[in-house]
């Protein structure tokens, strides 16, 4: 599996464990598998939804800020990855 850097995270919402992800390369789609890594940070979901301006969307680009459900706690400055299967 290789891994290609995609993103930052930029904010982390606790209550609804939600990631506020920056996109500055490629792009995302619903179901693609990313790689949340930093300092304290190193877990890989799949994607279930994704909102952009509190509306659900089935993809996003470099340049857009996106919101992502995460299964454990983000922080700011964690680097994001695409994993793409070999």
Do not use: C, W
Request: net charge negative; hydrophobic share 40%; aromatic share 6%.
């Amino acid at each position: 599996m290789s891994e290609k850097k995609i993103g930052e995270v930029m904010k982390f919402f606790s209550k609804p464990s939600v990631a506020a992800v920056k996109i500055t390369d490629g792009e995302v789609l619903v179901g693609d598998s990313l790689k949340f890594s930093g300092h304290t940070t190193d877990f890989t979901d799949v994607i279930q939804s994704m909102e952009v301006d509190n509306k659900s969307v089935p993809k996003a680009v470099a340049g857009d800020f996106i919101g992502v459900k995460v299964s454990d706690r983000v922080r700011p400055g964690d680097e994001v990855y695409k994993v793409m299967p070999d």
